[in-house]
């Protein structure tokens, strides 16, 4: 999946056939507090719909940082956990745009 591989204890070696040859990935653990993700101060969210506004303002930060990505085409995956977040963001994003344009 990555740029690199690791076969040995001599280190990483590039990875040539990695799916960032040929797309720019990044990965999101969300909602906030699972996986490698933290809150300091008690930011967990409590409903899948929450998860997604917080995902659609990660998105949202993300494109005006790096304006060099608007436009390209844009996909999702998540595990079977995620399943349910992934059916409200496009919603949540859709009406964030909406919203902005107008």
Not at 32 to 38: A, D, E, L
């Given at each position: 999946?990555?740029?690199?591989?690791?076969?040995?204890?001599?280190?990483?070696?590039?990875?040539?056939e990695?799916?960032?040859?040929?797309?720019?990935i990044?990965?999101?653990?969300?909602?906030?507090?699972?996986?490698?993700?933290?809150?300091?101060?008690?930011?967990?969210?409590?409903?899948?719909?929450?998860?997604?506004?917080?995902?659609?303002?990660f998105?949202g930060?993300?494109?005006?940082?790096?304006?060099?990505f608007?436009?390209?085409?844009?996909?999702?995956a998540?595990?079977?956990?995620?399943?349910?977040?992934?059916?409200?963001?496009p919603?949540?994003?859709?009406?964030?745009?909406?919203?902005?344009i107008?």
């Amino acid at each position: 999946l990555g740029p690199c591989r690791v076969l040995d204890d001599t280190g990483p070696k590039f990875h040539p056939e990695s799916w960032n040859t040929n797309a720019n990935i990044f990965f999101v653990d969300q909602p906030i507090g699972v996986g490698f993700s933290y809150a300091d101060y008690g930011e967990y969210v409590a409903t899948t719909e929450d998860a997604a506004k917080d995902m659609a303002a990660f998105v949202g930060i993300f494109f005006e940082n790096f304006s060099q990505f608007r436009g390209r085409t844009f996909h999702m995956a998540g595990g079977i956990i995620r399943c349910s977040f992934l059916y409200f963001f496009p919603i949540i994003l859709s009406f964030l745009c909406i919203r902005s344009i107008t």
